[in-house]
């Protein structure tokens, strides 16, 4: 039995580990503006995160990005 408990203090200590950094960038922390967000801005994001949301991530991740960018480009915001 003590052998098996060695085996699994380091992936216990992993998660314990992996849900403290999740916890950590949870939305909570994340950096606020001071201004609010401009409403062609917001209409943007949306319409750029529609065209973009065509193609799915794990198969398509470089023609989503560069379609997300382009799009943004094409609305003169940044990314």
């Known amino acids: 039995m ?3 408990n060695k085996h699994l203090t380091a992936p216990v200590s992993a998660l314990a580990l992996g ?3 999740a916890a950590l960038a949870s939305p909570s922390f994340a ?3 001071e201004q609010p ?3 062609t801005r917001e209409q943007a994001i ?3 995160n529609a065209a973009a949301g065509k193609y799915y991530n794990s198969t398509w991740q470089t023609t989503q990005i560069h379609s997300y960018r382009s799009c ?3 609305h003169g ?3």
């Open 37 to 39: 967000m401009s409403t």
């Open 2 to 4: 003590i052998t098996v």
């Open 31 to 33: 950096q606020r503006s």
């Open 77 to 79: 915001e940044p990314e």
């Open 72 to 74: 943004m480009a094409q």
């Open 19 to 21: 849900l403290a950094l």
């Open 46 to 48: 949306r319409e750029c």
